[in-house]
Nanobody, 124 residues
Framework: QVQLVESGGGLVQAGGSLRLSCAAS????????MGWFRQGPRKERECVAA????????YYADSVKGRFTISRDNAKETVYLQMNSLKPEDTAVYYC?????????????????WGQGTQVTVSS
């Protein structure tokens, strides 16, 4: 049974930082591309960052480039999202997701496993 458990969300002031973590189990983590998605109120779920199986290739949404960094530790079966210079528009539920393949993708339909989500709220 695949489990993805996110942690690290919370309330932060604009300009602050948060680090999200996602601990995976039940899948071949080192063969799986991983992604972080978010869904704000009345918005579609969007990919903010994704990383391939090795960590060498990444994808970032234009809205977070230069502020967010995705990374992974295959030994710990964990993927991270470092979020700096947070803005109120970053407020959303953030989800960790795993692909059944090693290549980076931004389409949420490419991901077969999802965590329960963690709330990030950025106050102005």
């Amino acid at each position: 049974q695949v489990q993805l458990v996110e942690s690290g969300g919370g309330l932060v002031q604009a300009g602050g930082s948060l680090r999200l973590s996602c601990a995976a189990s039940g899948l071949t983590f080192s063969s799986s591309a991983m992604g972080w998605f978010r869904q704000g109120p009345r918005k579609e779920r969007e990919c903010v960052a994704a990383v391939n199986w090795s960590g060498a290739n990444t994808y970032y949404a234009d809205s977070v480039k230069g502020r967010f960094t995705i990374s992974r530790d295959n030994a710990k079966e964990t993927v991270y999202l470092q979020m700096n210079s947070l803005k109120p528009e970053d407020t959303a539920v953030y989800y960790c997701a795993a692909r059944r393949g090693p290549i980076v993708r931004a389409d949420p339909h490419e991901y077969g496993y999802w965590g329960q989500g963690t709330q990030v709220t950025v106050s102005s």
